[in-house]
């Protein structure tokens, strides 16, 4: 394992791109192209192309992609008690945190006689992709159930895909049905997205996708939510990454993990250490390299820490705005006084502050949701949460004293911008109360 620290302040800019420089995954023309002939076989075929691609790429055949009540009951006996446990308590804690955050519809006057409000519905029916391309992704039916059932969503669909004699992992089962979900599909990738999108056999068409996934699964809900009619998804959600600031006291082992926890990912996954000390840079990595030495995932471990970049910055403000730059998923300030520098990043996806917060409990149970903007998208997007299930509709209620008070306004305005049939909605019903126009 080659790992070697470079030094920021010595590369050329093109140099500092290229360090940091994501997989190109989502701009590789052959996988747009393979992407979209899928969606076009679901498109065209429906389930018979599903059926065809289940058996080309999970390895089973399935007539009904439904998964069964018996299924679900056998998921309660299979899942051991400590496993139960933790998936209903982590549930609670993601509750508690997402409900507290809940947006509150609002009214006021902003003229007498003009009442204008903000309500709040929930998007009637919403798709839910679980991942499970290495290792089932318990913890994404709860981070995506339940801010879903918070926001009152009438319908919930989930698709995770089936494992090799057409089962589904039970704890993804234990956690979808604790989040109230029911309507489960054993169907994995771009065709379980393009399922969602379109409609296909038993699964119904979506208004809104959701769900982390690879480089495909992220290009397959870019491709249908740019189609007429398409739904909206939640965000650019592809492979994970991590970017961790350590200053000089930073504790070595616990980065290391941090680092390691994310290459663990997959293959496309990124991790990044920034730090002003190179004595901590030195002990990270041999740190990476006795524990990466231990670890069951050593072949997706061999490609993803590939991408593995530790860099000397000047100080911490430095590391600072690279990572504002960057816009990482996950930041990690491993730093004595971290809240100090909370108010100075910009960008990321979800912060864990300090030497006692890996971002593995973000993943799991801290409270807060693992879906997350990737590949730099956390410089305009946020993480998922109770809005993301909701829309938000305006409402104007106006009297006679209000049309008088404010449709002279509109009036010049709409005539400002060369719209007199505007102007005359307003000014036809000024002079039928005797408003001046």
């Known amino acids: 394992m080659n790992l070697f620290v470079s030094d920021w302040n010595a590369l050329s800019e093109s140099a500092r791109s290229a360090l940091l420089q994501r997989p190109a995954l989502a701009d590789d023309a052959a996988l747009r192209e393979a992407v979209a002939a899928l969606i076009g076989r679901v498109r065209d075929d429906g389930e018979a192309a599903l059926r065809e691609l289940t058996v080309r790429f999970d390895g089973c055949e399935l007539e009904d992609f439904r998964v069964s009540p018996e299924a679900f009951e056998r998921a309660r006996r299979e899942v051991s008690e400590p496993l139960r446990a933790a998936i209903f308590a982590a549930k609670a804690r993601i509750e508690r945190f997402h409900a507290a955050g809940m947006t509150a519809p609002y009214a006021m006057d902003t003229a007498p006689g003009v009442r204008c409000e903000r309500v709040l519905r929930p998007i009637r029916r919403v798709g839910l992709y679980v991942p499970a391309g290495s290792a089932p992704l318990p913890s994404t039916a709860l981070m995506l159930g339940v801010p879903a059932a918070l926001a009152g969503c009438p319908e919930v669909i989930l698709c995770t895909p089936p494992r090799a004699d057409g089962t589904v992992d039970p704890a993804v089962l234990v956690a979808a049905e604790a989040c109230g979900i029911t309507r489960v599909f ?24 959701f769900g982390p996934g690879n480089g495909y699964v ?4 870019r491709q249908v939510s740019a189609a007429p009619g398409g739904p909206a998804i939640d965000m650019p959600a592809g492979p994970s990454e991590v970017l961790v600031i350590a200053d000089a006291e930073a504790d070595a082992e ?12 997959g293959p496309d996954s990124q991790a990044i250490l920034l730090s002003d000390s190179m004595a901590l840079l030195d002990a990270v990595a041999v740190q990476i390299r006795a524990q990466a030495a231990g670890l069951p995932r050593a072949a997706i471990l061999a490609r993803s820490l590939v991408k593995l970049r530790l860099i000397r910055t000047r100080d911490i403000a430095q590391a600072i705005d690279i990572s504002n730059a960057y816009a990482p998923e996950h930041l990690i300030l491993a730093l004595r006084q971290p809240r100090r520098w909370l108010d100075a990043v910009a960008s990321a996806g ?14 799991y149970c801290s409270g807060t949701n693992h879906v997350l903007p990737t590949y730099g998208a956390a410089s305009a997007w946020s993480g998922v ?4 299930f909701q829309k938000a509709i305006t409402v104007q209620e106006v009297s006679a004293e209000g049309l008088r008070a404010i449709g002279p306004d509109a009036v010049t305005l709409a005539r400002a911008e060369r719209l007199e049939a505007h102007a005359q909605a307003v000014s036809r019903r000024l002079a039928r109360i005797g408003g001046a126009p």
């Not at 054993?186 to 056999?201: E, K, N, S, W």
């Not at 992220?218 to 809900?221: C, F, G, H, I, Q």
């Open 186 to 209: 054993r169907l994995g990738g771009v065709q379980a997205i393009a399922a969602m999108a379109q409609g296909a056999g038993a699964v119904p068409r979506c208004d809104k996708l």
């Open 218 to 221: 992220t290009e397959a809900k």
């Open 254 to 265: 616990f980065v290391a993990a941090d680092l390691l926890s994310q290459a663990e990912h």
């Open 350 to 363: 979800s912060i864990f502050l300090g030497d006692y917060a890996p971002e593995a409990l973000g993943d």
């Open 385 to 388: 949460s109770v809005a993301s």
